[in-house]
């Protein structure tokens, strides 16, 4: 069973046996437009919760994508960096970033549920 | 004066814009559409392909009158302002006394008058600048909107409403009347592709823009995609490309300088702007791809392979028809030849780009 959480940053980590699966959220794909650039960390990079993980870029800016957790990276989605506009159409599907292994369950406790998260995005709106 | 936020100035089609659910951004003081719901991408490809219309009101008209408005304004500029024909359009800069560039612009001679189209950012202190030569013969006009209509359809369109435009040339200027609405058209714009830029009483704006968009092959482009087609097209920004501390030298603009204000000067900063000319700038503004699919944004620095800094990234993104990254800088002349590798810096990671020839989209003008 996996469980999605959300941070106010606009990353979500779906958390499955330890491995949670990266994205950006359909909210942060619609501000920041259409995306023409991704750069993911490598496979076996060491990420630290809240620290620089990938950088998205639209058309008109750059922007970074941190760590929901800390882990160590061990999948990076191939095909956003040769097709972006998946993270357009696809955001919470075909569009994840990286997955990595948790070092610690316990950052969960930080991250929003979705009901929680939705009602952070609507108070932006 | 209340401490509230920042009023913005609006255009005649600001509701409009919202009607069509753009996104608006604050930009040079107005609330301008930076897209509308389809996207920079395909209002880009849009433009491309058929025909797209702009928002371009926030950007300053003015009159010039009096006998002596030809020779007023060449003291400002390095532009043949003299040599220009009636219903001809020049493309000219506002230089200062060390050469650098106050401001771009487009010259028109209507006849009786000059016209002359400055970017909003820039366009009270042109006209204040104006004044200093021309006193009351400068005459902003704050009561017209300007559209402009660019791609490849747009000529097409234009004619179903007002049958003169088919004919009008590259750079030329007429009064048109467009479905009933006196306009001022000139043939030209900002996209490299053919177009037309339309002048219009603010009150008729709205309805005017209504009318292009029921053209099945208009739709509307926000400032999003005019950035991504103005820099594919190798056009300057000013603000960006241009600005007080670069020359026209420099920027590649030298053809903008007239053959007779060669001879003769009589422009602010003519004798370090001839002397360019004749003896080579330091630097120059290139056209640069990346080798892989980073864009490199203004400001990010381009050295040499051992490292040594010689240039600065002025605009640069993602081209949609280049399907690409694409930038503009400056880079000391020894360097400046196409085919020359350099590396541009991102995120502190060296990358390698190449000097390429400026436009990186042809551009497709109406052919004399």
Redesign the interface.
């Known amino acids: 069973m996996s469980e999605t959480y959300f941070t106010r940053d606009h990353e979500w980590i779906r958390v499955e046996d330890g491995i949670g699966t990266v994205g950006i959220t359909d909210y942060a794909q619609h501000a920041l ?2 995306i ?2 991704v ?1 993911l960390p490598a496979p076996g990079d060491s990420l630290s919760r809240g620290g620089q993980a990938a ?1 998205v ?6 922007s970074d994508v941190f760590a929901p957790v800390s882990g160590a990276v061990t999948a990076v989605n191939q095909d956003i960096v040769d097709t972006p ?1 998946l993270v357009n159409h696809a955001p919470e599907g075909d569009g994840w970033f990286f997955s990595l292994r948790l070092a610690d369950a316990g950052d969960l406790a930080g991250l929003l549920d979705r009901a929680a998260y939705d009602a952070f995005v609507k108070e932006l709106e | 004066m209340s401490a509230g936020p920042i009023e913005l100035a609006t255009t005649p089609l600001d509701s409009l814009h919202r009607q069509l659910g753009a996104r608006m951004v604050p930009f040079a003081g107005y609330s301008m559409p930076v897209q509308y719901p389809d996207g920079v991408l395909a209002e880009h490809r849009h433009t491309r392909a058929a025909a797209g219309l702009f928002d371009v009101s926030h950007m300053g008209q003015v009159i010039l009158r009096g006998a002596d408005r030809v020779g007023a304004l060449e003291s400002l500029v390095p532009g043949d302002i003299r040599g220009l024909p009636v219903g001809r359009i020049r493309y000219t800069l506002f230089t200062n006394g060390e050469g650098g560039i106050l401001d771009d612009l487009m010259v028109t001679n209507a006849g009786d008058h000059l016209f002359l189209v400055v970017n909003a950012a820039c366009k009270e202190a042109d006209i204040a600048h104006l004044r200093s030569a021309l006193g009351d013969a400068v005459r902003p006009l704050p009561d017209r909107a300007l559209l402009a209509l660019q791609g490849p359809l747009a000529a097409q369109v234009l004619a179903r409403l007002a049958p003169e435009a088919a004919e009008m040339a590259f750079m030329s200027w007429r009064r048109l009347e467009v479905a009933g609405i006196v306009c001022w058209a000139s043939r030209s714009g900002y996209t490299g592709e053919d177009g037309f830029e339309i002048s219009v009483p603010a009150d008729l704006a709205e309805r005017l823009a209504r009318r292009l968009l029921d053209e099945p092959e208009v739709k509307p482009i926000g400032l999003g995609a005019r950035d991504t087609l103005r820099l594919e097209a190798g056009l300057c920004l000013y603000g960006a490309d241009i600005d007080t501390a670069t020359t026209p030298v420099e920027a590649g603009l030298a053809w903008t300088i007239g053959k007779h204000r060669r001879a003769e000067g009589g422009f602010p900063g003519a004798a370090g702007i001839l002397r360019q000319l004749a003896e080579g700038p330091p630097r120059r503004r290139v056209g640069l791809r990346p080798d892989d699919r980073a864009p490199a944004r203004a400001h990010t620095v381009i050295t040499l392979a051992d490292g040594r800094p010689v240039g600065e990234v002025t605009s640069g993104g993602f081209g949609p028809t280049v399907d690409g990254p694409v930038a503009m800088g400056y880079v000391e002349a020894a360097h400046a030849a196409p085919g020359t590798a350099l590396l541009l810096v991102v995120r502190g990671q060296p990358r390698p780009a190449r000097v390429v020839d400026l436009p990186f989209v042809p551009h497709r003008y109406r052919k004399a």
């Open positions: 437009g259409d023409v650039f750069e950088v870029e639209s058309v008109k800016a750059a506009g």
